[in-house]
């Protein structure tokens, strides 16, 4: 038997809303809508699919799990992403190794790592 990662689920109030968020963040577009309940992201260039699923509760504390975006520009990335609805949560940076944490609109936090800085 051979595993292999298809897609990554994100627990959401809104998955409609906030696929406007990823979509634009990832440049890839909704392939299916489950009434809204849940929605596959086409999968960009290269990555794997994002589903959107509707959740009663909100989120509360850290992520368990989270999406590690990779950029050749690092800062241009965070700036666009910004500008679409995420926050900027933190900076880190271990010796060749850099990276931006931020959370989109709901506040599920994710990860860009890159060039210029990381």
Do not use: Y
């Amino acid at each position: 038997m051979k595993l292999r990662m298809a897609m990554i689920t994100i627990d959401c109030a809104d998955p409609r809303g906030l696929a406007e968020f990823w979509t634009a963040a990832l440049g890839t577009t909704v392939a299916q809508d489950f009434g809204g309940e849940f929605l596959f992201l086409a999968p960009p260039e290269g990555g794997l699919s994002l589903g959107l699923q509707r959740v009663p509760e909100p989120r509360a504390g850290k992520n368990r799990v989270h999406i590690d975006l990779g950029a050749e520009d690092r800062e241009q990335e965070v700036k666009r992403l910004v500008a679409l609805g995420a926050t900027e949560q933190a900076r880190h940076e271990v010796p060749g190794f850099a990276w931006t944490v931020l959370s989109d609109p709901e506040g599920n936090e994710f990860c860009v790592s890159g060039s210029h800085g990381g």
